[in-house]
């Protein structure tokens, strides 16, 4: 089966796909449109999960770029809505990869450095689960009223010695985004070169059907824009969240099938670490077409199967 | 004189200035940085741009990327500062740029169309003068306490016929930037592909000596990556602002000087435009050496002058 060719599993025969189930013993897996949507599992979806692992003996990971949440929230969601996940290692999440990410910088000092959060309150939770402090996350940080952005920047940036103990910048999805908060990561960026810069995803929007609504890379770009400095992405597609796994031989990618239901982010990271992949239609694309389409702009999938559940009658 | 070799004009004859002199008939001339900064003139300059006018029979402008005041407004203040142009026509600003813009589309429709504005008051001063609807500008606009975005969302989305009827997205820069501010504008320009995305300026950090502030392209950035749309630049270095005066048969180009004190917005603009430039040193680049630093990367003005009222002993 060649790779990238966007083959629907029910054209295959039963012994090809068989030899596609033998090609792989470890699984990933994205959270929302592929297995779960919010609180409620996609039909069958649990039933495949749990027969890769206990029938057929594959290693499943929950991979998701998903930061509103900790990786024990996400944990006790997937044994909730029944997935067997045998611990909470199996999940991946932007929160855990910024964890990792500060935990191997050398010059990181948990009893000296904090981390300013342009995000949601679950970034501080997973920060102060390991011991890092954190300020900023899950608050709104708005102009007084009639205070002058002037009042708030003396206030606020009079000190320049005040940021030198900010060891990063982490952006998260953030309903609170303000101007307010812009200005002091730019700042923080600006003053201290040596801080890090972190973002937990760069899904630039949220499409629904009757509106769009701003995602994470939105926030990101305007920060990117006024401090002149690149975020380092801490999901998917990014190959980098896969580097503990690869790195302890706990996962290796040649052996590794990615299922998702986006050509951009699922796909895409498959093809940057170079695993097999899998995309259903139980997101934006709910069709092989559409995804056919996005041939010339998005990497194609190995195999294409409208819903996770129909894998059931084959395994 | 080679055209961006970035000569200083002390070094040049007697001559071989008055030839420089003579090579134009109308000057452009930037702001904040060269002729003033905020409400204080900068010293000499008064007295050039008067002489320039006045002695020598140049025809002057202000152009300025300012959207923080009218057109009226600025007028004043030059007035006020002694400046002596002659009508507030001789005055060129985004706000300006974007009335006009707006009057030559074909579609619009002042009795029916409005306008949302992600930026300051004056925007919303200069459209009125002009007898266009606008809503937004200068005003905060965040999630009410205790309330979820989700709320907001279904509040502010929930109508898509609601977005039909605005005919444009203004951004400027902003104190009150917002979360709400951006989905708002967001949910617009996806659900109105016809509806016009329009940014005063790309001036993405305000860099002061103690600290660093975002500027209005770092609002648009984020709103261009959710929108996946690109904003339309109604200020320099984008030629477009020089359209109506060339049309008018009012400015050429190649007869043109361009002053100010910004490497990528002024003299970009001059080389965009095919003007001549002269760059100041009372902005960003205090010294020539700086300029040169720069010559990789940014266009080079054609002379270069510590400050603006230096030119006045060759008048």
């Not at 801490?234 to 050509?263: Q, Y």
Request: glycine fraction near 8%.
């Amino acid at each position: 089966m060649s790779r990238g060719g966007a083959i629907t599993l029910s054209d295959l025969s039963r012994e090809q796909v068989s030899e596609w189930l033998q090609s792989f013993d470890t699984v990933l897996c994205d959270g929302d449109g592929t297995i779960w949507q919010d609180d409620t599992a996609i039909e069958g979806a649990v039933e495949v999960v749990n027969a890769l692992q206990q029938r057929l003996g594959k290693r499943v990971y929950l991979i998701t770029n998903n930061g509103l949440k900790t990786r024990q929230e996400l944990f006790e969601r997937s044994r909730r809505l029944g997935f067997q996940l045998p611990s909470e290692q199996h999940i991946i999440s932007p929160t855990t990869a910024i964890v990792d990410y500060l935990g191997q910088r050398t010059e990181f000092d948990k009893a000296r450095h904090q981390v300013y959060v342009v995000g949601n309150a679950a970034i501080a939770r997973e920060l102060k689960a390991h011991g890092i402090d954190s300020y900023g996350a899950g608050e709104p940080d708005e102009l007084a009223p009639g205070e002058k952005w002037q009042d708030f920047a003396a206030r606020e940036f009079g000190n320049p010695e005040a940021v030198k103990d900010v060891a990063a910048v982490v952006v998260g999805w953030d309903e609170y985004f303000s101007y307010c908060k812009m200005a002091r990561a730019c700042n923080i960026l600006c003053s201290n070169p040596s801080s890090a810069f972190l973002v937990t995803n760069r899904d630039a929007v949220h499409k629904y059907p009757a509106f769009c609504i701003p995602g994470t890379a939105a926030f990101v770009s305007g920060i990117e824009a006024c401090s002149e400095r690149e975020a380092l992405e801490m999901g998917k597609p990014n190959p980098l969240v896969l580097e503990p796994l690869i790195k302890s031989g706990a996962l290796r990618p040649e052996r590794t099938l990615m299922i998702g239901d986006c050509l951009k982010i699922d796909v895409g990271f498959a093809s940057n670490c170079g695993m097999l992949s899998l995309l259903v239609g139980t997101g934006r694309y709910s069709n092989l077409s559409a995804v056919l389409q996005e041939k010339e702009k998005l990497p194609q999938p190995d195999v294409y199967l409208p819903r996770l559940g129909d894998l059931l009658t084959h395994l």
